[in-house]
């Protein structure tokens, strides 16, 4: 059905915080690979950052800091629009609609949500809730083909597909939305928790040593990996040999990416031996990838007033699409716009 839709990518990243290796390695790496050939569309989803409660100052520098780390990783805004989620209300109106179209049955089934809201669900905030429905809006508000996400994010891009299946077949405007595909890396869908390979790296977790910042220093590096859980067998030789070893395939599966290596090509190479050479091998990897990506970070980090320029002039594109886009549905749903 998305065949006869113009390939547009859209993907989005909350300002939370410090991004990490599972944001570059699951997400940002693609986007920019992406840029290349197709249309991009980025976004700092600001929205759905407070969904869990943000300081406002905080906000706005993780904000600027996402921004910067786009720019940093490679994405260029002369090519790809980048953007502020807030700064275009035409998200937060289809949200609502998709309010509507979504069910509750569908929301209830969102293993994220479970997750994040932990035992004390009556406390959680209806936005974490509706969370997926607001994500369907971003995504759809620019009728986008391709979404690269991480695997993490596979339940709610099923659940995008839906409401856009249900709105199409509610409205008999069969084809109005694409059914969008998700773009997630097959040989590293989620990058793990350096302290717990059950768990995803990720952001909020509260040890800095389960993660490594896009903006560590060198010696951060060599310390968490250094520190990086694994057990006491040797490297095997055998991927099947691996099963029962969440730590031990984690750090396998981050060095053969980031050498550009197949996991058998790893395994050949390092059968026998123990972790240290892996983690020596695998520290000075990362050190040359993200270093640099660190330095410059920090330096974009300075120029605020060109952070928020390209904010801006991302936000003024991406409105020309989204106002089109929403009153065609605020047609198809019955609304008289003005
Ligand atoms: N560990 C991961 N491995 C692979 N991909 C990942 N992503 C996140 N963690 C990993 C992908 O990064 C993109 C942006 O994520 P996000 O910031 O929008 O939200 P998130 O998934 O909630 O990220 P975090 O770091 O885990 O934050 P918290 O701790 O706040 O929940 C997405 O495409 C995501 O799949």
Redesign the pocket.
């Known amino acids: 059905m998305s065949n006869n839709f113009k390939q547009t990518v859209f993907?989005?990243?909350?300002p939370?915080g410090n991004l990490?290796l599972?944001?570059y390695?699951?997400?940002i790496k693609n986007f920019v690979e992406l840029q290349k050939k197709m249309k991009c569309i980025y976004c700092v989803?600001d929205l759905?950052a407070i969904t869990v409660f943000q300081d406002s100052k905080e906000l706005k520098k993780n904000m600027l800091e996402t921004t910067a780390t786009f720019i940093a990783c490679g994405l260029d805004f002369k090519k790809s629009i980048i953007f502020n989620q807030s700064s275009v209300s035409e998200h937060s109106e289809l949200a609502w609609i998709f309010n509507c179209i979504s069910r509750i049955g569908w929301m209830n089934r969102m293993t994220q949500f479970k997750e994040?809201a932990g035992k004390n669900k009556e406390n959680a905030s209806v936005g974490l809730y509706v969370y997926p429905n607001l994500m369907a809006a971003d995504i759809l508000l620019y009728k986008a083909t391709h979404v690269p996400?991480?695997?993490?994010?596979k339940q709610h891009l099923e659940l995008v597909r839906d409401i856009a299946q249900k709105f199409n077949n509610d409205y008999k405007s069969d084809n109005f939305f694409p059914i969008p595909e998700p773009l997630i890396q097959k040989k590293l869908?989620?990058?793990m928790s350096l302290r717990d390979g059950k768990n995803?790296?990720?952001?909020?977790?509260e040890s800095e040593y389960s993660r490594i910042n896009l903006q560590d220093t060198e010696d951060e590096i060599y310390k968490k990996i250094k520190k990086a859980k694994t057990d006491s067998e040797p490297i095997p030789s055998r991927i099947e040999d691996l099963k029962n070893r969440p730590e031990a395939l984690n750090l396998i599966n981050i060095y053969s990416f980031i050498t550009n290596k197949t996991l058998e090509n790893t395994l050949d190479s390092m059968a026998g031996k123990d972790f240290s050479k892996l983690k020596k091998e695998l520290s000075d990897a990362l050190v040359a990838t993200i270093c640099p990506i660190g330095k410059k970070i920090k330096e974009l980090k300075k120029d605020e007033k060109y952070l928020i320029d390209i904010l801006k002039k991302g936000s003024n594109k991406a409105k020309e699409i989204a106002k089109i886009n929403i009153n065609k549905v605020k047609d198809i749903v019955g609304f008289i716009s003005h």
């Open positions: 993907s989005g990243v909350q939370t990490h599972g944001n390695l699951g997400a989803v759905h994040k996400v991480g695997d993490d994010q869908s989620r990058v995803k790296m990720s952001k909020s977790d």
